[in-house]
């Protein structure tokens, strides 16, 4: 009896996670260019000139303690699936993971100066050496911001974002326009 239980929810959790609904990166592209475009209502980015970095590279944020084992949090999947009021983690899950392939330099289409810090940490440059790139090259620092992650009505997103500080921002869409619903987990470096 309790195999054929844990049987049907594996098949349940398989059928909601092959969901055929997909995020194009076409819509992440654009979803970034208008909060980065955005100065009066995002607050977010101030000019074109400034640096994007192509490597998002942040630590998890603080995750909420589990009400079903008070010994350890919800996993980050969970977490962004209940900002964004999304019941299926799985779709978000998938999100994650296909924003591992995401490309930045998309975003040059729209006159943003992407960062190829990818590439220089490759070739044995660290932070501060980057810094002074920049610097060298009229702006001082870089931002970092991750690929959103949208609900499947694609009319709520999440990101981190940083710029010697940071925060996380779920953003919510109306009248076809992306405002900045929420700041959480807001940090200054």
């Known amino acids: 009896m309790i195999v054929l239980i844990g049987t049907s929810c594996n098949f349940q959790q398989e059928r909601i996670c ?7 990166d076409s819509i992440r592209i654009n979803f970034l260019n208008q909060i980065l475009s955005d100065t009066s209502k995002s607050s977010l980015f101030f000019n074109k000139n400034n640096y994007i970095t192509n490597v998002p590279a942040f630590p998890p944020p603080y ?18 699936s209940m900002l964004l009021n999304e019941t299926d983690s799985c779709f978000i899950k998938k999100q994650r993971k296909e924003n591992l392939n995401f ?3 998309e975003l040059g289409k ?5 960062l190829d810090v990818k590439t220089m940490q490759s ?18 620092g870089f931002l970092s911001i991750t690929p959103p992650i949208f609900n499947k009505e694609i009319d709520r ?25 929420k700041s959480l987990d807001v940090w200054i470096e």
């Open 63 to 80: 995750l909420p303690i589990s009400k079903f084992n008070p010994k350890r949090s919800i996993t980050h999947t969970k977490y962004i």
């Open 103 to 105: 490309r930045f330099e």
């Open 110 to 114: 729209y006159n943003f100066k992407i």
């Open 18 to 24: 092959n969901d055929k609904i997909a995020i194009s």
């Open 123 to 140: 070739n044995g440059l660290r932070i501060d050496s980057i810094l002074s790139y920049t610097k060298a090259h009229g702006e001082y």
């Open 157 to 181: 997103a999440y990101v981190r974002i940083a710029y010697f500080g940071g925060e996380t921002i779920i953003f919510k869409k109306v009248r076809g326009k992306w405002i900045k619903e």
